[in-house]
């Protein structure tokens, strides 16, 4: 199929585009239109205004390649002349110099013996790597003593603390997130939003005069028998209930497989589950059903976040619900009359519908294709997640974040009764930790009979800036001193595998490091010398206890 109007403006969005790298120059007119802000945006913006107010200062931007911060320097040029900007600091402008050696001759106004006086202003856009390597540098950390002291601290476990003075201000993409967070929101199986995805998502699919996906939509409406997939996938990702289900599933992809999301990526992949790969070389007859968004969006492909959501398609989780639905799709001779599919008949061209009514007539014999593609999209009409260790961990997440000893107290349960499984012991004791010696018809314990939530340590959360959290939840637990377990996802969801009776394999181990080292350290802490608990193959419990001197007692 030739390109039509649609297509061409789509394919400005791929990163194979020429257009999709910014270079910090001045906004085009496209890149204007599709520009949103971020809240990382906003705290640049004060962190600027701040230097302003000093009189003279140096922004360090820290990120990644392709998470925006040259469409943000393009962005803040106008607004801000006083300010020069270095929006690649990872490379070197003369072929002989190094690009540390070039950054301390760019950064030569804000040595130590300068910095306080100089009126000079400038942001710097830098890779964590780059950063690392400038004050790990001997010479910059003899003449950018205060540069030096702030960086370090970005690297320190807590990303969300890191140092900053009157004159050096660090904002790092690492320390936002690009969805947002609601702890204090009770009841709700999904406090969790994107207000920057769903701004593009309706930059791109609004009915305002002038989107520019829009009009080109408008001009590439198809003639009589032909079929555009192209125009099917963007009525689709107009409908406010797919946008909704693309955020939910982008979050927890980045939540459950650690996803790494770019603005470039976001736009990209926008891009691919609009316009299919065959599109060139389209066929009704042989790509109908792999070329709409359901079916791209679930199929996986080069693009990271697509990689990503393969993992979370529907027909990959097996229940009794899905069996059942999977097999009245089977039987059925027509599309399902319920509210979710009635509701297309409106919003989609009638040329979708009728190529699927040709197909239920044809013997039946794409029944398989239909069946799948319904599946997806009543999925995408009706989001849920099918993950019951991620529903609870967004729970859990936001009574951390929120101070809320209730909702944290299955994370504690569940790390206090995966402890004895983790080695092979299968006991439903709490607060025991095993030792290294455990037999047939004894397992051997010590006691911990003081860990426990600690309720003083209540977590920051500004409900100003819902995007600057970490997805990770730090656990206390005392014996004789306090031991830090952090707990990520991936932790989480293992450990309640383990408490619902997976064998813990030795390859386990070397995968949750943190959690055997976690333990080791309350072996280490308890009075195993003194008192040891030893449960028989029965269930019953003896314990070994040293009372005076050298007399063993067993009780």
Known sequence: MDDTVLVKVFRRLSQGSKQSVQSGKELDDFDKFLHVDRPIDRAVRDAMDSIRIEGGGILFL???AGDGKSHMISTLKKEYPDFEFRNDASESPWPNVESIDALKIFLNDFKDVTLQTTSAKMLVAINMGKLSAFIDDIDVQANFCEIVSCGKTLFDEDNLCHEETKRVRIVS????????LFPEQKNITYPIDSLFIKKVLNKITSKDYDNIFRAAFNKSTPIGSEFDPCYINYQLLCIPAVQDAIVKLIIEAIIRFKLMLTPRELFDFIYRIVVPNNYTTFNPSKDFFR??????LFGGGENKILKNLALLDPLKHGSIVHNDYLSELFTSI???DEPCFNGLQGKLHPRFFAILDEYYKNSRSNVEDISRLLFRLKHLLEYHSESDEYRSFLEILCGYYNNDVHRLFPLYETIQRSIPHFYGSYTDKPNVVPLDIQGREYKMFVSCDNLKPDPQNSIPFNRNNRNKFVVEIDTQWKVNESVLLKIEYQLYEYLCKIQRGKLAQADDRNHN?????????LVR????????IILTSDNKQLTLSRIFGKKVTLK
């Open 62 to 64: 820290v990120g990644s």
């Open 173 to 180: 993409f690492i320390n936002h997130q690009i969805f947002e």
């Open 291 to 296: 070329s709409l968004l359901p079916t791209i």
């Open 334 to 336: 027509e599309i399902p």
């Open 513 to 521: 490091l943190s959690f055997s080292e976690f333990i080791s350290k």
């Open 525 to 532: 802490q308890t009075d195993f010398k003194n008192k040891v």
